[in-house]
Nanobody, 122 residues
Framework: QVQLVESGGGLVQAGGSLRLSCTFS????????MGWFRQAPGKEREFVAG????????YYADSVKGRFTISRDNAKNTVYLQMNSLKPEDTAVYYC???????????????WGQGTQVTVSS
């Protein structure tokens, strides 16, 4: 069974940076597309970024393009989300997600982590 554990969340001032990590276990990481989602209080969960299992394709929500970068290290079974130029509206619980041979697009994930809180102060 796939297990996902996020880390790296915290409190940061607007304009600052954070790097989230998600450690994958239970299956062969390199065979899984990976994604990041977030959910702010009172709002629905939304797609943030995704990384294909092969070929290196990445996808981003318009709201984070140019500020966030998703990457993966198959040797470490880890996917990262580098978040720069953070804004108060980025405040949310951030979730890691996975799908076997996923392309990294927004709608296909079936494994989820427990989430990590990111709070951006103004």
């Amino acid at each position: 069974q796939v297990q996902l554990v996020e880390s790296g969340g915290g409190l940061v001032q607007a304009g600052g940076s954070l790097r989230l990590s998600c450690t994958f276990s239970g299956r062969t990481f390199s065979s899984y597309g990976m994604g990041w989602f977030r959910q702010a209080p009172g709002k629905e969960r939304e797609f943030v970024a995704g990384h294909s299992w092969t070929g290196g394709a990445t996808y981003y929500a318009d709201s984070v393009k140019g500020r966030f970068t998703i990457s993966r290290d198959n040797a470490k079974n880890t996917v990262y989300l580098q978040m720069n130029s953070l804004k108060p509206e980025d405040t949310a619980v951030y979730y890691c997600a996975a799908r076997y041979r996923g392309r990294g697009v927004s709608t296909e994930y079936n494994y989820w982590g427990q989430g990590t809180q990111v709070t951006v102060s103004s």
